[in-house]
C-alpha cells in the first residue's frame, strides 16, 4: 500500500504534509499560534498605519510628470469644487439669478475650509453661452481653518444645500473632487458593508450544501474571515515602501474570500473522503495534508508567481494592488496548511456536526451523477466535445479583440448618486468642465509678458479649436515658479472626442505655444491625460508581464507534474477562460449589452487597472482546479491505471469538490457585480465568469477531452529534463515507466 493513493504519508513526505503533521501533533500551539498572530497583525498593522498613493502617483508618463509639477509647487493644495447654477427661464443678467449666486456666494464665504471663491460675475468664462447657467469655483481645504477647526467637505455641502432650499426655482448643485470622492466613499461603504454581509452566508450556504454539516461548512468561512483580517493589518507595514491604492483594500476582500474558502474545502474534502474510506483519523489528515495540502501550496505559488507579474508594470497602482494580493494569498496558502489541520485533529469526526441528513446522503456519493455522465460522454467523443468546447470559447473571445481600456473617473459615478446627476448637468452646461484637462507650466518666473502671452494665445486657439471650451482659467504658484492652466476638452473626458482634443492640445497647441521657450517646460495631466498614457504603458509593459507569468507558471507545473504537455496545456486553457471572460466584460459593460440588467451606464471601456489584473489573478485562481484535478489524475496514473481510466478516475472524484469550490467564488464575485460603483460591477463579472467558464467548460470538458486525445503524450518528458525532481514516492516508481519509453509516450 506504500504507493497508493491512500497511503500513509510517512513514506512520501512533501512539505505540506510535514507541515500539516506538526500542526497535527501541536494543535495547541497552532490554533493559539494562529488567533495570536492574526490579533497582532491586525492590531500593529492599525497602529502603524496604512499610507495611502497620492494623486499623483497613481498616474503614468507625461501624466505623472505634470503632476508631479503641480504638487511640486503645492498648486494641487485643497480640491477643485463647483457649484452649478441654472435656470430654465432666468439668465445671469436677471436680478433674480444675481440673487441666487450671491445666496451661494455668501454661503460659502462663511464655511470652514473655503478660499479661492470665484463669482460667474468676476470670470465671465464661468457662464454658459445661453446665460441659463453659471458656475461659481473655489479650493476645499487648501488653507487651514482660522479656528483650528477640522476640515469637513460635509459642511461645505450642507451650506450649498441650504442656500438650494433658499432659491427653490433654481437648480444648484456641488460637485468637485472632494464632494464626489464624499460621495462615492460612502457609497462604497454602503456597499462593502452589504457584500460582507451577503458573502458570509452565500459561502455557508453553499457549503452546507457542499459538506452536508454546519461545523464543516463554518471552518473555511472562519479561516477565510481570520486570514482577510490579517492581511488588511499586514498591508501597513509594506505600504510604508509602497504606498497602497483604494482597490487594494476591495482586492484583500475579494480574493481573500475565495481563495481561502477555496483552499479549505479541498483539504476538508480530501480528509472527509480518506475518513470514508476507512482510514483512521490520522491517516486519513496525514493523506490530505500530502495531496490536497500540496496542491494547496502549489495553487498558491501560482497565484503569487502571477501577481509577482504587475510589478512589471511600472505602474504604482498595480503594484499596491500585487503586494494587497499577495499577502492575502500566502496568508490563506499558511492558514490552510498549519490552523485548519489542526482543528481537524481536534475535531475529528465531530467535524460532520450539525449534519443535515438529505445533504450528508447526497455527499456520500463520491461522484456527482450529472458531471460523471458528462465526463462518459466527453471520454466517447473527445474530438466532438474538444471542437464545441473550444470553439464557444473562441466564440466568446471574439469582442475581447476590440477591448478598450479607460480611466472613467466620475463618469463612472453610480447613477442613484445626487452628485452623478450633478454631473451630468455640468457637462451639458459646461463640455469638459467637470473633468479639465490641466497644463502644468514651469519656469523661472511664468509671470513673465513672453509667458503670459503665451498662455493668453494658447487660450485663444485652443477656443478657436472647437475641440476645447470655457471656463479656461490659470492658478500661478506663490513663488511664480509653476502654473496650471485648466482646459475643458470635448467629449466625455475618455471618449474619442476627448482623445483626439488632447491630442490636439499635447502635439499642436502646446508645442507650437509654450513649448517654444526653451526656458518652459509643460505638460499634460487630468482624467484623459492619465487615461491616454495609461494605456500607453500597458500596451508596452504588458506583453512583459503575460510572458513573465505564462512562463514561470508553465515552469512550476512542469516541475510538478513532470510532464511538458501537461504544463502548456495548462497555459493554453487558462488562456481560453481568461479570453473567453474579457469577450464577455466587453459585450457587456463597453458595448453596454448588460445595462438594463446590472443598472449602469456604459462608460464605453474597461476600467484602466481591470483586464491585467484578471489576467494574473483569473490564471492563479483557475490554476487552483487545474492542479487539484491533475494532482488526483497522476495520482491515479502513478499508481498503475493506465491513461484514460486515470483521467476518469482523476475528474470524477474531484467534480463535487471542484463544483463547490467554483461555485463558493462566483457566489461572492457575483455579489460584486451588484455593488453600485462600475468598476465593481466589471471585476465581480469578469472574476465570476471566467471561474464558472473555466469549472464547467474547461475542466469538465476540455481537459479530459484533450487528455483522452493525448493519451501517454500527457506524461511526455524530453530525456534531457529527466533531472527534474520526482515529488512523490508515487512519481518515483513512476519514473522508471517514463525512463523505459526513452522519453516518448509508451
Same mark, same amino acid.
Given at each position: 500500500?506504500?504507493d497508493?493513493?491512500?497511503?500513509?504519508?510517512r513514506a512520501?513526505?512533501?512539505?505540506?504534509?510535514r507541515?500539516?503533521?506538526?500542526?497535527?501533533?501541536h494543535?495547541?500551539?497552532?490554533?493559539?499560534?494562529w488567533?495570536a498572530?492574526?490579533?497582532?497583525?491586525f492590531v500593529l498593522?492599525?497602529?502603524t498605519?496604512t499610507?495611502?498613493l497620492s494623486?499623483?502617483d497613481t498616474q503614468?508618463g507625461e501624466s505623472h510628470r505634470?503632476?508631479?509639477i503641480?504638487a511640486g509647487?503645492?498648486?494641487d493644495r485643497?480640491?477643485?469644487e463647483?457649484?452649478?447654477?441654472?435656470?430654465r427661464?432666468q439668465?445671469?443678467?436677471?436680478?433674480?439669478f444675481?440673487?441666487a449666486?450671491s445666496a451661494?456666494?455668501?454661503?460659502?464665504?462663511?464655511?470652514?475650509?473655503v478660499s479661492?471663491?470665484?463669482?460667474?460675475?468676476?470670470?465671465?468664462d464661468?457662464?454658459?453661452?445661453?446665460g441659463?447657467?453659471a458656475?461659481?469655483?473655489?479650493?476645499?481645504?487648501a488653507?487651514p481653518d482660522p479656528?483650528?477647526?477640522?476640515?469637513?467637505?460635509?459642511?461645505?455641502v450642507?451650506?450649498?444645500?441650504?442656500?438650494a432650499?433658499?432659491?427653490?426655482?433654481?437648480f444648484?448643485?456641488?460637485?468637485?473632487?472632494a464632494?464626489?470622492n464624499?460621495?462615492?466613499?460612502?457609497s462604497?461603504?454602503?456597499?462593502?458593508?452589504?457584500?460582507?454581509?451577503?458573502s458570509?452566508?452565500?459561502s455557508?450556504a453553499?457549503?452546507l450544501?457542499?459538506?452536508?454539516?454546519?461545523v464543516a461548512a @463554518?471552518i473555511?468561512v !472562519? /479561516? $477565510?474571515l481570520?486570514?482577510v483580517? +490579517?492581511?488588511?493589518?499586514l =498591508? %501597513?507595514?509594506?505600504?510604508q515602501l509602497?504606498?497602497a491604492?483604494?482597490?487594494?483594500?476591495?482586492?484583500?476582500?475579494?480574493?481573500g474570500?475565495?481563495?481561502?474558502?477555496?483552499y479549505?474545502?479541498?483539504y476538508?474534502?480530501?480528509?472527509?473522503e480518506e475518513?470514508?474510506?476507512?482510514?483512521?483519523p490520522?491517516?486519513?489528515?496525514?493523506?490530505?495534508?500530502?495531496?490536497?495540502?500540496?496542491?494547496?501550496l502549489?495553487s498558491?505559488?501560482t497565484?503569487?508567481?502571477?501577481m509577482a507579474?504587475?510589478?512589471?508594470?511600472?505602474n504604482?497602482v498595480f503594484t499596491?494592488?500585487?503586494?494587497?494580493?499577495?499577502?492575502?494569498?500566502a496568508?490563506a496558502v499558511?492558514?490552510?496548511?498549519?490552523v485548519?489541520?489542526?482543528?481537524l485533529?481536534?475535531?475529528g469526526?465531530?467535524?460532520d456536526? @450539525?449534519?443535515?441528513? !438529505? /445533504? $450528508?446522503?447526497?455527499?456520500?456519493? +463520491?461522484?456527482p451523477?450529472? =458531471? %460523471?455522465?458528462?465526463?462518459?460522454?466527453?471520454?466517447?467523443?473527445?474530438l466532438?466535445w474538444?471542437?464545441?468546447a473550444?470553439?464557444?470559447?473562441l466564440?466568446?473571445?471574439v469582442?475581447?479583440f476590440?477591448?478598450?481600456t479607460?480611466?472613467?473617473?466620475?463618469?463612472?459615478?453610480?447613477?442613484?448618486?445626487?452628485?452623478?446627476?450633478?454631473?451630468?448637468?455640468?457637462q451639458?452646461?459646461?463640455?469638459?468642465g467637470?473633468?479639465?484637462?490641466?497644463?502644468?507650466?514651469?519656469?523661472d518666473?511664468v509671470?513673465?509678458a513672453?509667458?503670459?502671452?503665451?498662455?493668453?494665445e494658447?487660450?485663444?486657439?485652443?477656443l478657436?479649436?472647437?475641440?476645447?471650451?470655457?471656463?479656461?482659467?490659470a492658478?500661478?504658484?506663490?513663488?511664480?515658479?509653476a502654473?496650471?492652466?485648466?482646459?475643458?476638452l470635448?467629449g466625455?473626458g475618455?471618449?474619442?472626442?476627448?482623445?483626439h482634443?488632447?491630442?490636439?492640445?499635447r502635439k499642436?497647441?502646446l508645442?507650437?505655444?509654450l513649448g517654444?521657450m526653451?526656458?518652459?517646460?509643460?505638460g499634460?495631466t487630468g482624467?484623459t491625460?492619465?487615461?491616454?498614457?495609461?494605456?500607453d504603458?500597458?500596451?508596452?509593459r504588458?506583453?512583459i508581464?503575460?510572458?513573465f507569468v505564462?512562463g514561470l507558471?508553465f515552469?512550476?507545473?512542469?516541475?510538478?507534474?513532470r510532464s511538458?504537455v501537461?504544463?502548456?496545456?495548462a497555459?493554453?486553457?487558462?488562456?481560453l477562460?481568461v479570453?473567453?471572460?474579457?469577450?464577455?466584460?466587453?459585450a457587456?459593460?463597453?458595448?453596454?449589452?448588460g445595462e438594463s440588467l446590472?443598472?449602469?451606464k456604459?462608460t464605453?471601456?474597461?476600467?484602466?487597472?481591470?483586464?491585467?489584473?484578471?489576467f494574473v489573478?483569473?490564471?492563479?485562481?483557475?490554476?487552483d482546479?487545474?492542479v487539484?484535478?491533475?494532482?488526483?489524475?497522476r495520482?491515479?496514473?502513478?499508481r498503475?491505471?493506465?491513461t484514460?481510466?486515470?483521467?476518469a478516475?482523476?475528474?470524477?472524484t474531484t467534480?463535487?469538490?471542484v463544483?463547490?469550490?467554483?461555485?463558493?467564488m462566483?457566489g461572492?464575485?457575483?455579489?460584486?457585480?451588484t455593488?453600485?460603483?462600475i468598476e465593481?460591477?466589471?471585476?465581480g463579472?469578469?472574476?465570476?465568469?471566467a471561474?464558472?467558464?473555466?469549472?464547467?467548460?474547461v475542466?469538465?470538458v476540455?481537459l479530459?477531452?484533450?487528455m483522452k486525445l493525448?493519451g501517454?503524450?500527457?506524461?511526455?518528458l524530453?530525456?534531457w529534463l529527466?533531472?527534474?525532481?520526482q515529488?512523490?514516492r508515487?512519481?518515483r516508481?513512476?519514473?522508471?515507466r517514463e525512463?523505459?519509453?526513452?522519453?516518448?509516450p509508451?
Open positions: 500500500m506504500g497508493e493513493l491512500g497511503a500513509p504519508a512520501r513526505k512533501n512539505l505540506a504534509a507541515m500539516g503533521s506538526w500542526s497535527a501533533r494543535r495547541k500551539a497552532a490554533i493559539f499560534g488567533l498572530f492574526v490579533t497582532a497583525a498593522g492599525g497602529l498605519g499610507k495611502q494623486d499623483a503614468s505634470a503632476a508631479k503641480i509647487v503645492g498648486l485643497g480640491d477643485a463647483s457649484v452649478l447654477v441654472q435656470s427661464t439668465t445671469a443678467r436677471t436680478p433674480e444675481r440673487a449666486i451661494v456666494l455668501r454661503a460659502l464665504a462663511s464655511t470652514s475650509g479661492d471663491l470665484r463669482s460667474p460675475y468676476v470670470h465671465p464661468q457662464i454658459a453661452g445661453d441659463h447657467s458656475l461659481i469655483r473655489f479650493r476645499f481645504g488653507k479656528l483650528g477647526r477640522p476640515m469637513a467637505i460635509e459642511r461645505v450642507a451650506a450649498v444645500d441650504r442656500a432650499r433658499s432659491q427653490p426655482e433654481f444648484i448643485g456641488e460637485f468637485g473632487d464632494s464626489a464624499k460621495a462615492l466613499d460612502d462604497t461603504g454602503r456597499d462593502f458593508h452589504r457584500a460582507e454581509y451577503l458570509i452566508p452565500v455557508l453553499i457549503l450544501f457542499a459538506f452536508g454539516a454546519l @463554518g473555511p !472562519l /479561516l $477565510a481570520t486570514a483580517l +490579517a492581511a488588511f493589518g =498591508l %501597513a507595514f509594506p505600504s509602497w504606498p491604492d483604494d482597490a487594494a483594500t476591495s482586492v484583500i476582500l475579494l480574493i474570500l475565495a481563495v481561502g474558502v477555496d479549505s474545502l479541498f476538508i474534502r480530501r480528509e472527509r475518513r470514508a474510506r476507512g482510514s483512521g490520522e491517516a486519513a489528515l496525514e493523506a490530505a495534508a500530502a495531496t490536497s495540502g500540496r496542491a494547496v502549489l498558491g505559488l497565484v503569487l508567481i502571477a507579474g504587475m510589478f512589471l508594470t511600472g504604482k499596491s494592488i500585487a503586494v494587497g494580493t499577495m499577502i492575502v494569498v496568508v499558511a492558514g490552510s496548511l498549519t485548519l489541520p489542526a482543528l485533529s481536534l475535531l469526526d465531530r467535524v456536526k @450539525g449534519g443535515i441528513s !438529505l /445533504l $450528508a446522503r447526497r455527499n456520500r456519493r +463520491a461522484e451523477r450529472l =458531471l %460523471a455522465a458528462l465526463v462518459d460522454r466527453v471520454l466517447r467523443r473527445p466532438l474538444s471542437a464545441v473550444a470553439g464557444a470559447l466564440l466568446l473571445a469582442p475581447a476590440s477591448l478598450h479607460n480611466d472613467a473617473g466620475q463618469t463612472a459615478l453610480p447613477q442613484n448618486l445626487e452628485i452623478a446627476k450633478t454631473y451630468e448637468r455640468l451639458r452646461a459646461f463640455p469638459g467637470a473633468e479639465p484637462a490641466y497644463v502644468a507650466v514651469r519656469a518666473d509671470r513673465s513672453p509667458i503670459r502671452a503665451a498662455i493668453a494658447l487660450k485663444r486657439r485652443a478657436a479649436s472647437g475641440e476645447m471650451s470655457k471656463p479656461i482659467g492658478t500661478v504658484a506663490s513663488d511664480g515658479t502654473a496650471a492652466i485648466t482646459i475643458p470635448a466625455s475618455t471618449d474619442k472626442r476627448s482623445e482634443a488632447l491630442e490636439l492640445l499642436r497647441l508645442p507650437e505655444t517654444r526653451r526656458s518652459v517646460q509643460v499634460v482624467l491625460a492619465d487615461s491616454k498614457d495609461m494605456n504603458l500597458l500596451k508596452v504588458t506583453p508581464v503575460f510572458a505564462l507558471a515552469l512550476l507545473l512542469l516541475a510538478a507534474f511538458i501537461i504544463a502548456l496545456k497555459v493554453v486553457l487558462n488562456l477562460s479570453g473567453a471572460a474579457y469577450g464577455l466584460l466587453v457587456i459593460f463597453q458595448w453596454g449589452w446590472l443598472g449602469f456604459s464605453h471601456g474597461i476600467t484602466l487597472w481591470l483586464p491585467l489584473f484578471l489573478v483569473l490564471f492563479g485562481l483557475s490554476m482546479y487545474h487539484f484535478i491533475l494532482t488526483r489524475v495520482e491515479a496514473y502513478d498503475g491505471l493506465d484514460e481510466a486515470a483521467i478516475h482523476g475528474v470524477k467534480a463535487g469538490v463544483t463547490g469550490a467554483a461555485c463558493v462566483v461572492v464575485f457575483a455579489i460584486f457585480a455593488l453600485s460603483q465593481m460591477k466589471q471585476l463579472v469578469g472574476l465570476a465568469s471561474i464558472l467558464i473555466d469549472a464547467t467548460v475542466r469538465a476540455l479530459p477531452a484533450t493525448l501517454d503524450w500527457n506524461w511526455y524530453p530525456g529527466a533531472w527534474l525532481p515529488l512523490s508515487a512519481q516508481t513512476a519514473a522508471a525512463s523505459a519509453s526513452a522519453g516518448s509508451a
